[in-house]
């Protein structure tokens, strides 16, 4: 399901529009089966009360309690006008797949996230973990489908110090 169908879904919803007042689209989260979206789970935030309010959208619309959000010390919530986004749910997991193919393909896959987050340009990430204990990351800029990745490998027992 693309973002733009699952944000119509959550606003024909009785009473939605209401409890989503003042509020604005900052984020999306889909676990994957094979490289497709699933349901959506679709946050919303309120900056003059700081506070994030979640919906799941898969079978049901579900409206989720509010909560204070995750955010790193020093960093802001962007919010995401979906109209701008030239790169769909479905093009940017088309490119993430190839590109995790042709650069990648000797890790096998064990288990996939995607998300849209805003920033000063919204952007795609699909996290891959592979059956090695590894996360792949890869970006998608969602107004131009520019690439990039990073490999994160899991320490498992001896920790290293950071530099």
Avoid at 25 to 49: H, I, R
């Amino acid at each position: 399901m693309e973002i733009i169908e699952a944000l119509k879904r959550v606003h024909k919803q009785k009473d939605v529009d209401e409890k989503l007042e003042g509020k604005r689209f900052c984020s999306a989260l889909s676990f994957l089966d094979d490289w497709k979206t699933g349901s959506w789970e679709l946050n919303f935030y309120d900056g003059s009360v700081h506070r994030i309010m979640s919906v799941s959208v898969g079978d049901e619309v579900r409206i989720k309690d509010e909560g204070s959000p995750f955010k790193p010390e020093g960093s802001q919530i962007h919010t995401i006008d979906i109209s701008n986004l030239a790169v769909t749910a479905n093009r940017a997991l088309e490119i993430a797949k190839e590109y995790y193919e042709k650069n990648y393909k000797s890790f096998e896959v064990q288990r996939l996230f995607f998300a849209l987050h805003g920033a000063k340009a919204p952007y795609w990430i699909v996290s891959v973990i592979t059956k090695h204990l590894a996360i792949v990351a890869i970006n998608i800029d969602a107004h131009n489908g520019n690439v990039s990745a990073k490999v994160h490998p899991f320490g498992i027992g001896k920790s290293k110090k950071a530099s």
